[in-house]
């Protein structure tokens, strides 16, 4: 398994930012997809974003417009910059690699976002 490891939760007040880190044991370009989920306590693990190592980005909808995710190949590093926070993205975010068809998580950080 791909080892993970996220930095750059936080506490941050409505409309403020973040960028969140996801740093890879492996070379990035041997992983398929890299993304970040985010959950909840009693709600699914939701998908925020996710990037191919072809370079095709998706963006979920609760994040369209306000988050980016990018990726930095010399430092095997995904990104996810977030931007106008809104109370409703405090959960725990977790990044997740897709190697060959295995998955692997990070151990996740909180992001908590006060009105």
């Known amino acids: 398994q791909v080892q993970l490891v996220e930095s750059g939760g936080g506490l941050v007040q409505a409309g403020g930012s973040l960028n969140l880190s996801c740093s890879t044991s492996?070379?990035?370009?041997?992983?398929?997809?890299m993304a970040w989920y985010r959950q909840v306590p009693g709600k699914q693990r939701e998908l925020v974003a996710l990037?191919?190592?072809?370079?095709?980005?998706m963006i979920g909808d609760s994040g369209k417009g306000r988050f980016t995710i990018s990726r930095d190949n010399a430092r095997d590093t995904v990104y996810l910059q977030m931007r106008s926070l809104k109370p409703e993205d405090t959960a725990v975010y977790y990044c997740?690699?897709?190697?060959?068809?295995?998955?692997?998580w990070g151990q996740g950080t909180q992001v908590t976002v006060s009105s």
């Open positions: 990037i191919t190592k072809e370079g095709l980005k």
């Open positions: 492996e070379t990035i370009f041997s992983i398929n997809t």
């Open positions: 997740n690699a897709i190697k060959d068809g295995t998955p692997s």
